[in-house]
């Protein structure tokens, strides 16, 4: 009479990974199925496109604007984080945005802006602490004087 071999650990995982992977993989099926079903608000998929893209941006930006007021009001108030924010000017908007785009978009431009970000800091720390305070509360404040 042979003996049954016990089944060791990696066997019991292997086993349970396959059965999971098959299950991922026909609730992975299922889903595209539903997707492919579903409707977007307009028969014209450009349009839903385009109605996505809008949502996606306003979202992004209403979210950009909470974090930014939520880190400006822990070290000022409330009211003149708003004004420090509406203070910004389009110059200001437009170059943020092209250097962020531009660091998100490759490899080599996620090099550049963070290396040019953390030669900034490194500046800045090297110089004295009281004058870079004093340019950069002067910077705020003329900031926060446009947004008045």
Known sequence: MAR??????????????????KKVAVAVDDTKAALDKAEGPSPNP???????????????QIMRHAVEGALLSTKFDKTRAKRIMKGRSLTQTLVSTAVARFATRSVPGAII???A??????YDRNQDKRAARKAGDNAIAKQEAKGK
């Open 117 to 122: 970000s953390l030669a900034k800091l490194l």
């Open 4 to 21: 049954k071999r016990k089944t060791t650990l990696s066997e019991k995982v292997a086993d349970s990974s396959a059965e999971v992977g």
């Open 46 to 60: 450009m349009t839903n496109l385009i109605l996505t893209d809008l949502l996606l941006r306003g979202g992004g």
């Open 113 to 115: 802006v963070g290396g």
